[in-house]
């Protein structure tokens, strides 16, 4: 899936917005109803040369939940260089049942986000934009951002637990 409106110049829905279903791939059953984006920013313009690889995020109200969906575990210490964390998702040419497990390892660290490289082979990156990256306990410390030449970018829990603290959200502190 493909998250891009042509219509959106900065980062708000806008009044017509109402709700998003989100749900783990081909099961609709777990869906997740999204209300409402929470850290929308009218001043922040969506394109090419924007920061989204130092703020990656976007944060919704969740008006319906089905219970046996849960959130990760946040790590809030920083990852080390040469640390092995693990993108889990689909590809945008996925068409498995299960997620792929993409291994990586840290190998710069730029405070909001981390350049990686991706140690699994024959990895097409194309459409992980988005997808969880956890450490080896299976902590949230990321989500896949992008990639610059060869190496992969994660953007980090930092500007994450910011916004959660901005907007009064509680986390696993």
Do not use: A
Not at 46 to 69: A, M, Q, V, Y
Not at 87 to 114: A, C, D, H, R
Request: hydrophobic share 30%; proline share 4%; net charge positive.
């Amino acid at each position: 899936m493909v998250f891009k409106n042509n219509d959106l110049s900065t980062i708000d829905l806008g009044n017509d917005f109402i709700s998003w279903s989100i749900y783990p791939k081909g099961q609709i059953e777990k869906n997740i109803q999204l209300s409402q984006l929470i850290n929308k920013n009218i001043n922040e313009p969506i394109g090419e040369f924007n920061t989204l690889k130092d703020r990656d995020w976007i944060i919704f109200k969740i008006s319906h939940t089905n219970n046996s969906i849960y959130p990760l575990k946040i790590r809030t210490t920083p990852l080390k260089i040469g640390e092995f964390v693990y993108s889990v998702g689909w590809g945008k040419e996925q068409t498995t049942k299960f997620p792929s497990l993409i291994k990586m390892k840290t190998y710069k660290n730029l405070g909001n986000y981390y350049y990686i490289l991706t140690e699994t082979k024959n990895v097409n990156p194309v459409g992980r934009s988005g997808s969880p990256v956890i450490d080896s306990n299976g902590y949230l410390v990321g989500i896949v951002s992008g990639q610059e030449g060869n190496l992969g970018i994660v953007g980090s829990v930092k500007y994450l637990t910011e916004l959660f603290d901005t907007y009064h959200i509680k986390y696993n502190k």
